[in-house]
């Protein structure tokens, strides 16, 4: 298994080089320029040329040919691409363009916010999509199933920006009952342990804190959940439905077990290996679907920070921040793959 | 004697999207105590149903038991709630299955599925279980039984795995056995000693085995009684010596016949019976044979026969023309 791990982690490194090179190339693909977002339009040439000179952005792309040809090596490879790897290798992801301060920094503050939201999200999918799962299942063709799954097809079909749009006009707007977007109201003050408020207002007993902090997250948490949460009480419910027929759950009937224990002990741990390799994908997803939840609601995460730099062409921030989120999801398959040897005992590695 | 178990008019039915199948049609029969009775008869003759609705794990729906009872006990099974059910599965009536391949559960130990059973019916802690399951395992010819038990099914081999489907029917000592054609999927070699060991622990423990098969060599070896199943009817039982020495349903020659004996002269043709059986969908008011009989009559045609008294104890045949066939059939 060990031997297993530290292969998976080795062939992680190709997937990642690959992932800064198509986030780097794209994003140069965008039409627009840094120096001139930063200037305005009417901007000297001569102060735009000076600033792309600063940001190195007069460099080529990839490879210098003209160096080449001069029979300078070092020139040819001072590229804009291989500066950003060699910085990333000293695990330097740059200074922000427009703030001048190092996107690890910022990333190192907003990233918990994020986690947080992920977080409570998926646990909300995941212990909502299971058990509604199941019960549709094993109440197959019943009224229960019937709206269950009517109202799984309208989660996944649901955008996201639309519903959190409707939860604030609803529960902002017109009851007053949440606040309509921010992680925290102003004057609430929650010590950062581990950088997220639910937990670390739980561990230093700040009730108020907690409320405040529950009050702002459960709105975007469930309009992020509601997609994956309906994907996985699908799965759950189509991959029961399967294990069902099984013979070894007629065996586990005949043995004299009761109906709960034939589908939670001997249904389930055979039905969840679709469902995690969903919720894993589904988790990583989650991550990037955090960009739109995110800005509807204010919530100071990378996602919302990621696209205000697409849009202010802040490179840094963007390549620094789509890199964790591809980490974050190369880590969840990790962690599917594996889990599979705990659930299935004919699943080797090595 | 009372007996162990009185079946009464049992009715089965499967409602499909094609129609009614009409799997079992009014099966009646008694079982004692002890009793080895062999079930035979051609795929989907409702051998397999009929079993499944004694211990009610025919899924509904699409199926239903319609009408008739299980006396079981002294007590009808089919009236029981869920939760008494439970009760009598596994500790009065266990039941092993066709194929060993797919009947353990994958992702558990076999011991854990063993001392799941013993912990259920027997109260026994997990210590106990683990003893009583290794026993239990030595018992049905598993060597290291005491090292076999963390296995998962898929470290077994077939016959190794009907074991010890055999092994986890067995932990609770059921009154009754169904075992539901135990040796179809295996290597003919350990068919037969599959049937030794079910043979050897039913004098052993003195339990009734229904055996279901529609290999007919099998029950000979090893029944009390026959039970021959044709399109959800029984159109013959009695003792196994009557069964084959006086044949008298033409279903039942023709299942005999078309079985290899190893005295016949080489070269000499085996006897199928022509056609398949009807379609379930669409039983004939005559007798469900008639389409492939040759002892047809008119009155076949019109009125299905039930069982009556034939030659022979305890011997009983659905057919008009019976009498005709000993006639012929020479005994």
């Known amino acids: 298994m060990a031997r297993y791990i530290l292969r998976r982690l080795i062939s992680v490194i190709p997937t990642l080089i690959g992932v800064t090179f198509v986030i780097f190339m794209f994003q140069r693909l965008i039409p627009g320029d840094p120096a001139v977002a930063m200037l305005g339009e009417h901007a000297a040439p001569e102060n735009i040329a000076r600033i792309r000179e600063q940001l190195g952005l007069n460099r080529p792309l990839f490879l210098d040919r003209d160096s080449l040809v001069q029979g300078d090596l ?277 | 004697m009372t007996p162990l178990m009185d079946l009464k008019n049992l009715r089965v039915r499967f409602h499909t999207d094609e129609g009614m199948v009409k799997a079992v049609n009014g099966v009646s029969y008694a079982m004692e105590p002890g009793e080895i009775l062999g079930v035979v008869g051609e795929s989907g003759c409702g051998k397999s149903v009929h079993a499944l609705s004694i211990m009610r794990l025919i899924q509904t729906p699409p199926g239903k038991i319609e009408s008739g009872q299980v006396i079981f006990n002294d007590r009808d099974l089919l009236k029981l709630s869920e939760s008494e059910m439970r009760h009598v599965r596994g500790r009065e009536i266990a039941m092993i299955f066709q194929d060993p391949m797919t009947s353990l559960n994958p992702v558990y130990t076999v011991g854990f599925q063993i001392v799941e059973a013993l912990k259920l019916h027997k109260g026994l802690d997990e210590k106990a279980a683990r003893e009583r399951a290794a026993e239990l395992l030595t018992l049905v010819g598993i060597p290291g039984a005491r090292q076999r038990l963390d296995d998962y099914p898929h470290q077994f081999s077939g016959g190794m795995r009907q074991r010890a489907m055999i092994a986890m029917a067995l932990s609770c000592e059921p009154q009754l056995l169904i075992a539901d054609e135990p040796t179809t999927a295996l290597d003919v070699t350990i068919q037969a000693q599959i049937v030794d060991l079910v043979i050897r622990l039913q004098q052993e423990l003195g339990m009734a085995v229904m055996w279901i098969t529609h290999d007919l060599g099998v029950v000979a070896e090893m029944a009390y009684k026959i039970n021959v199943m044709y399109a959800g009817y029984i159109i013959e039982r009695g003792q196994v010596r009557d069964i084959y020495k006086k044949t008298r349903h033409p279903y039942t020659i023709g299942l005999l016949g078309s079985l290899p004996r190893i005295d016949e002269p080489p070269g000499t043709k085996l006897v199928s019976i022509p056609g398949l059986p009807p379609d379930l969908l669409a039983l004939p008011t005559g007798c469900p044979f008639y389409a492939r009989c040759t002892y047809r009559v008119e009155r076949c045609l019109e009125e299905n026969p039930s069982l009556e008294e034939a030659d022979g104890v305890e011997h009983t045949v659905a057919c008009w023309r019976w009498e005709h066939i000993a006639g012929r059939v020479s005994s």
């Open chain 1, 74 to 350: 070092g020139g040819f490879f001072d590229s804009q691409y291989v500066r950003y790897l060699s910085r990333l290798v000293k695990l330097d992801l740059g200074n922000s363009i427009h703030r001048r301060i190092p996107v690890a920094e910022t990333l190192g503050l907003r990233f918990p916010a994020t986690v947080e939201l992920a977080l409570l999200s998926m646990l909300i999918a995941i212990f909502v999509g299971i058990p509604v799962g199941i019960i549709s299942a094993a109440r197959r063709n019943s009224l229960i199933d019937g709206v269950s799954m009517m109202g799984s097809l309208v989660g996944v079909s649901m955008p996201i920006f639309w519903l959190g749009l409707m939860e604030i006009m609803l529960f902002a707007v017109i009851l007053g009952w949440l606040p309509t977007g921010g992680r925290l109201s102003t004057g609430v003050q929650i010590q950062s342990i581990t950088g997220l408020y639910l937990v670390d207002s739980l561990l230093t007993w700040n009730i108020p804190g907690f409320v405040d902090a529950l009050k702002h997250i459960i709105m975007p948490a469930i309009a992020l959940a509601t997609i994956p949460m309906a994907i996985i009480a699908r799965m759950t419910r189509s991959s029961m439905l399967d294990v069902m027929q099984e013979d070894y759950i007629r065996t586990a009937t005949a043995k004299g077990l009761a109906e709960r224990v034939v589908l939670f002990r001997h249904a389930l741990k055979n039905a969840f290996l679709p469902v995690i390799t969903i919720i894993g994908i589904q988790a990583g997803t989650l991550m990037a679907g955090a960009v739109l939840t995110e800005t509807i609601f204010s919530w100071p995460g990378i996602g919302k920070w990621v696209y205000d730099a697409i849009l202010g062409r802040d490179y840094p921030i963007v390549q620094g921040g789509t890199l964790l989120i591809a980490i974050i999801f190369v880590f969840f398959n990790l962690l599917v793959d594996i889990s599979y040897a705990f659930l299935d005992p004919r699943i080797h590695y090595d």
